[in-house]
């Protein structure tokens, strides 16, 4: 059997890879001991991908906006009934995602794993649609995508992402729009599967106390020999570096105003450990301005300010990249002005090296405590894959960066004319 055995010794961790004909690459990270057993099945395929060139054709098609996701909803009906159901009796716990970037299946449990196992890698490769079934559906995502209209976190957070993008297709909510679904049928559904869920666009991720040659033997058995590998030509709208607008408000029914700011990013490389350098300098940075340690977020604090749902963070993906961070405030302009002045003081006097050392070790020590829950592996491990880079190169990251490298990315990514604020005030 076609396995390798890649091994990080520095955090004590083994990863067994196998490739199939197809192209499909599947991973095993062992834990021994474990009770709980995690299992994906993921495509490099999301919510921005609305716009491609099919396999053999010559012509791009626009699909309508929502519709990977509408095509996960539909993966989970098969001929012989749901396959929820089928996880159930097998006492496992089954879920799935859309996101921007990727579409996930996984499951898991703590027996039966190789009859759960089975049940994963054949009903996502046999999707079963029906017009009937298409019509059904509409109405359910309909119905979802009007709770999210009304959702505050959801729309704090979208309104930001339109206040930061003129064309790029992130600033489209995951399930797209009720008119959007609305033209949804079957066959563009069987263009988007075929396309995006060729098994060399896919990857499988196993967490747990399992033997990786038994898992990968029914990979084997289960996988089909697709033909040869698909070029799949992804097209993105040109995007300019400005920011479309710097401030965005909704009113909708909340108790306290809540808002969403941050930073987009132009200066970054999507793939490889580049990415995972940036991804680590921006966090490191936000650590520093407006962690829980920091002298600005006790400051916002206890002038009641910010409240504990403050948070941060920073996304990076293949063409775009951005920070963000909000909750609740009694005054989110307010606390703009001092997130600002706080910037505006950095690049007059410069970051603290001290500061830097200790927080740099502290989130190097969280990523090694993250290693003991198959979950989080399960979730860091995809979340950087399709970037071609590994979860386990993290603590070689932390390890060789350096105080000027973070001088440098603070210097061009928080740069306040891309600074925009979303904010959703009460009724």
């Not at 928080?414 to 600074?419: A, E, T, V």
Request: a negative charge; hydrophobic letters at 35%; glycine letters at 4%.
């Amino acid at each position: 059997m076609n396995m390798k055995v890649v091994e990080y010794k520095n955090i004590d961790e083994t990863v067994y890879v196998h490739e199939h004909s197809s192209g499909l690459k599947s991973f095993v990270v062992p834990k021994k001991g474990y009770s709980k057993k995690y299992a994906n099945f993921a495509t490099h395929y999301g919510s921005i991908n609305n716009e491609f060139v099919v396999p053999g054709e010559k012509d791009s098609i626009r699909v309508p906006d929502g519709i990977a996701h509408f095509l996960e909803h539909k993966l989970f009906e098969q001929k012989d009934g749901s396959v929820m159901d089928k996880f159930s009796q097998l006492g496992s716990n089954p879920n799935a995602y859309t996101s921007f970037a990727q579409t996930v299946y996984l499951f898991s449990c703590t027996d039966r794993f190789e009859d759960n196992f089975r049940l994963l890698l054949d009903f996502v490769q046999n999707p079963f649609i029906t017009e009937e079934s298409v019509e059904k559906e509409k109405d359910i995502i309909a119905q979802e995508i009007r709770m999210y209209e009304d959702d505050p976190n959801w729309r704090v957070f979208f309104n930001l992402l339109d206040a930061f993008y003129v064309n790029n297709p992130v600033k489209i909510d995951i399930a797209g729009t009720v008119e959007s679904i609305s033209k949804i049928n079957r066959d563009i559904l069987y263009k988007c599967y075929n396309t995006f869920y060729h098994p060399s666009n896919m990857m499988i991720l196993v967490v747990g106390d399992v033997e990786p040659k038994e898992v990968f033997g029914q990979i084997e058995e289960s996988i089909d020999a697709k033909s040869s590998k698909p070029e799949i030509k992804r097209i993105f709208p040109e995007e300019p570096k400005t920011i479309n607008r710097d401030y965005v408000e909704q009113k909708l029914a909340v108790a306290m105003p809540m808002f969403q700011m941050g930073f987009k990013d132009n200066d970054f490389n999507s793939k490889g450990i580049e990415c995972l350098k940036r991804e680590v300098a921006v966090k490191l940075i936000l650590e520093m301005i407006m962690g829980r340690s920091s002298s600005l977020y006790n400051e916002l604090y206890n002038e009641g300010l910010i409240n504990n749902t403050f948070d941060f963070d920073y996304t990076i993906e293949e063409n775009y990249a951005y920070s963000a961070f909000g909750g609740e405030s009694k005054d989110p302009l307010m606390v703009k002005e001092r997130v600002v002045d706080e910037i505006r003081k950095i690049q007059a006097n410069g970051l603290d090296k001290n500061s830097y050392e200790r927080i740099k070790r502290a989130m190097k020590g969280r990523f090694i405590k993250q290693l003991n829950s198959v979950e989080r592996i399960s979730h860091m491990f995809i979340s950087v894959y399709f970037k071609d880079v590994s979860m386990f190169d993290y603590p070689d990251v932390y390890d060789n960066m350096t105080f000027d490298y973070v001088k440098e990315v603070f210097e061009n990514h928080f740069n306040l004319d891309n600074l925009a604020v979303s904010v959703v005030n009460p009724v």
